[in-house]
């Protein structure tokens, strides 16, 4: 059976003699035996060997053009790269990944601040440059952090030998440290307070209330001038239980000033 480039082919040699297509399909499928061709064909005067492109046109995307956009801002989306290269949504994503490009979600930056969180920031860095020079205070500080402690407990053992004998070797036992949170309270000065959790224990309003009550007892024993006399500010962050109404009564009740 031919081709439809060989019917072409013969198509195109008929019309250079000048058959028309009409003569030229008869001819065809007398010959062949098979109604291969319609008079259609060539009619409109192409003289192309080839299958036309169906469908949409294919857009032509350049992979450095597309990588320079990518890295130049590593956060632009889909769409803006669609229209900025001027292609389609499917081209881009194709072309992305056979750059192996993976798009992952974006990390909020903790210090990347709105217009009123600046604001907020200024008015309370300016308030505490004016009490600080009216008022010295940052001999007064006591704040309060936690932190996570690896340990490995090692049981070591010596050996009984004659006194001659040289100690044997043992391979060295695998490392699998434990980790244990301690908070620390401490001023400018010194440590005031520390304290080893339980496993398991968490920072809820009943352990921090606990833990304020201790560090004030062991402020009093190690800087009693700073709770008699002076009187301490309490610097720590707004986790809720620093700033619950129960939490905040516990230190009015103790004289502290706060810092939040």
Known sequence: MLSKRDIR????????????????????NETFGEELISHATFREGSEDLENEKRGRPETVLDNDELRKAVEANPRVTVRELTEELNVSKTTVFDHLKEDRKDEKARQVDPHDLNDYQKLRRFEVCSSLILMN????????????????????????????????????????????????????????????????????????????????????????????????????????????????????????????????
């Not at 209330?209 to 709770?227: D, G, N, R, Y």
């Open 9 to 28: 082919a013969i198509m195109l040699y008929e019309f250079k003699r000048s058959t028309n297509a009409a003569k030229t399909n008869q001819e065809i």
């Open 133 to 260: 020079k009216n008022d010295p205070f940052l001999n007064r500080l006591i704040t309060c952090e936690k932190k996570w402690i690896l340990y490995d407990n090692r049981k070591r053992s010596g050996q009984w030998l004659d006194k001659n004998e040289a100690p044997k070797q043992f391979p060295k036992p695998k490392l699998s440290p434990k980790k244990i949170m301690v908070t620390v309270w401490w001023s400018a000065v010194r440590i005031i307070y520390y304290n080893f959790m339980k496993p398991g224990e968490i920072i809820d309003l009943e352990s921090y209330c606990q833990q304020i009550k201790k560090m004030h007892q062991k402020l009093s024993q190690k800087v009693s001038a700073l709770v008699n006399r002076k009187g301490l500010v309490l610097l720590h962050d707004n986790v809720k239980p620093h700033v619950l109404k129960r939490t905040v009564q516990k230190l009015r009740i103790l004289g502290e000033d706060i810092r939040i």
